[in-house]
């Protein structure tokens, strides 16, 4: 339906949005704000054209893209006010002192927008992860253009969406050129797109290697660029053995809810629980596995994912000592994912690098170590996660500093007594952590922390104040708490 941008289309976007970019940068906060906020309203005036498109193109449900469409248009008001409050800017300011020897300069820091950035739709979220999702939102509080490459999953969704942003930049009087809209399904758009010398970041939210070879051109540019890519996760649960004794039935009845949850398609999914071997284990396994067979198979987002699970799962299921637990009763459909839990040793787990590969759909595999030095040496040999989780009593929590430790080493997000599935959209929230769950795990992709992706460090040295940013003049006229000589005030600095 829609053809690959040539290099001509990109070549005149990109250049568009770099001549944007010195407009909207010096733009106002306020001015950012009002103009995220209008974005929102045009989605929300085209709400039910938007989730029928999504749902026909997707096979998600009409609950699931309402909720998600809620989310967006949240994200675009919270990051638009956070972007107002000033405070992601980190303006910090040290005034000169010639009573010193020898004397110390007055030295003026805060973050400026970095330039043209290019956001990569989402398959799994095409409203919260997409075109108008996360990453747009941050870019534009952060005072950057944006230009995103469509999912061909949901081109025309995103096609929509796009119209909606273009509306809020027309009502809004933004520069042309600060929003593009880009399709193309082919491998060469992408490379064009973050070779292209106006881009100057990048965000991504999808698979390993999609993620790692944006990365990958990113570095390999004449002038290297960040690319924030989110690239998945098995999203490790550790069964402490007090806590499975006191709560054996209420733990296997909320993983299976969460392991199916959306049909598995959430970069969240626990796809790894590992416990001690005991009959409590057993016991939570063969729970686990009874209330999995009630789940019926669903259709999965399109037919790619849906092939790309049914391979994974059947060779995780192939690999030497893993045993199917349990599965969905019901039978299979075209492109739809079958619940399962499988199991395995912990022996077996460590010498198998195959089982450490996130299976993306309703699978999770449960892993039996012999003792709690077997679960921390586990815990050691995993990869960067996005999320780890521990249920455990305070008796748990005490006894096992080792474990904590271990777990807290490998995760963005760390977890007690909950599930992964579910990312709340607020300031305290890091979703990303160490590679390869992410390719930079200083920074979330979700919260209004994100807007410093796309963003730099400026010092201003001897500068007169009347040539100050407003971040860092005297006066503070934009009343945001700023960091004066070692304490956080809103208060003028005296001539």
């Not at 996130?358 to 039996?368: A, H, Q, W």
Request: proline share 5%.
């Amino acid at each position: 339906m829609y053809k690959d941008a040539t290099t001509e289309e990109i070549n005149i976007a990109m250049e568009a949005a770099w001549k944007a970019f010195h407009e909207y940068r010096n733009m106002s906060l306020k001015t950012r704000a009002e103009f995220m906020r209008a974005i929102g309203t045009e989605l929300q005036d085209n709400a039910d054209e938007l989730i029928k498109t999504a749902t026909r193109e997707t096979n998600l449900p009409e609950p699931r893209l309402l909720s998600e469409l809620s989310r967006t248009v949240f994200q675009l008001n919270q990051y638009g006010e956070a972007g107002e409050r000033g405070k992601w800017l980190e303006a910090t300011i040290d005034t000169a002192n010639i009573d010193k020897k020898p004397p110390t300069h007055d030295i003026r820091k805060m973050l400026v927008p970095l330039g043209p950035v290019v956001v990569f739709g989402a398959s799994n979220f095409p409203f919260a992860y997409s075109t108008a999702g996360g990453d747009t939102a941050c870019a534009f509080a952060a005072g950057c253009p944006v230009i995103v490459k469509a999912h061909p999953a949901h081109a025309e969704t995103s096609e929509m969406v796009a119209n909606a942003i273009l509306k809020a930049v027309e009502k809004c009087k933004m520069p042309k050129g600060i929003f593009a809209h880009i399709h193309g399904a082919s491998v060469e758009v992408g490379k064009f797109l973050v070779m292209h010398p106006r881009t100057s970041a990048v965000g991504f939210t999808g698979s390993f290697g999609g993620g790692k070879q944006l990365f990958d051109w990113g570095n390999q540019r004449k002038v290297p660029i960040p690319v924030f890519a989110e690239m998945g996760s098995i999203n490790p649960v550790f069964l402490l053995p007090e806590k499975l004794k006191q709560s054996c039935e209420e733990i296997a009845k909320m993983y299976a809810a969460s392991i199916t949850q959306s049909v598995g398609q959430f970069c969240t999914n626990p796809g790894l629980i590992i416990g001690i071997e005991s009959k409590e284990l057993q016991e939570f396994v063969s729970l686990l596995g009874k209330e999995i067979q009630k789940i019926a198979p669903a259709k999965m987002l399109h037919a790619g994912i849906a092939k790309a699970f049914g391979e994974k799962r059947n060779n995780a299921l192939q690999q030497k000592n893993v045993t199917m637990v349990s599965s969905s009763d019901i039978a299979t459909k075209e492109n739809e994912g079958t619940p399962t839990i499988a199991t395995t040793k912990g022996e077996t787990f460590l010498a198998n690098p195959v089982l450490h590969q996130e299976v993306f759909g309703p699978f999770s595999l449960v892993v039996s170590c012999k003792d709690l030095g077997e679960m921390v040496e586990i815990a050691r040999n995993l990869e960067g996660q996005l999320t780890s989780t521990i249920m455990a009593t305070d008796n748990d929590l005490t006894g096992n500093p080792a474990l904590l430790e271990s777990v807290k080493d490998i995760c963005g997000r760390f977890i007690l007594n909950g599930v992964p599935t579910g990312v709340e959209v607020c300031l305290s929230m890091q979703h990303g952590g160490p590679f390869p769950a992410t390719t930079d795990s200083r920074f979330t992709s979700v919260g209004a922390d994100g807007i410093k992706r796309f963003a730099r460090p400026v010092a201003f040295q001897n500068w007169e104040n009347k040539f100050l940013p407003d971040a860092l003049k005297n006066e503070n006229p934009l009343n945001i708490w700023r960091v004066v000589n070692n304490e956080v005030t809103k208060d003028r600095i005296q001539d």
